[in-house]
């Protein structure tokens, strides 16, 4: 079993930045591979980054150079780094650990075992 807690989200204006964070404990395989997803008021949960062990990321189109995930060396804390926001980033943010994630993508969050508890980022 993995535990994640996440910490760092918050209100910003358009055009600024906020640095998302997420701890992991327990089984640490699943932790092999974190990521973020989204989920916004009446939409589906969205994937939004991903890393696995050795570094290698992915990311969503509408993220792309302006968010930047980074993985600690002990492989239990991830940080998603946040700029450039914009209105249509406002969601709920949470932090994802599975292999599947990296393995497959970031359109499995129905594949997800382990998820944080969410963390509001609003951009207004």
């Known amino acids: 079993h993995v535990q994640l807690v996440e910490s760092g989200g918050g209100s910003v204006q358009p055009g600024g930045s906020l640095r998302l964070s997420c701890g992991a404990s327990?089984?640490?395989?699943?932790?092999?591979?974190m990521g973020w997803f989204r989920q916004a008021p009446g939409k589906e949960r969205e994937g939004v980054a991903a890393?696995?062990?050795?570094?290698?990321?992915s990311y969503a189109d509408s993220v792309k150079g302006r968010f930047t995930i980074i993985m600690n060396n002990a492989r239990n804390t991830v940080w998603p780094q946040m700029n450039s926001l914009l209105p249509e980033d406002t969601a709920m943010y949470y932090c994802?650990?599975?292999?599947?994630?990296?393995?497959?993508?970031?359109?499995?969050?129905?594949?997800?075992?382990?998820w944080g508890q969410g963390t509001q980022v609003t951009v207004s």
């Open positions: 994802a650990a599975d292999v599947v994630l990296c393995l497959y993508g970031l359109g499995t969050a129905d594949r997800i075992d382990y």
């Open positions: 327990g089984h640490t395989y699943s932790s092999n591979c």
């Open positions: 890393i696995d062990q050795h570094g290698t990321t």
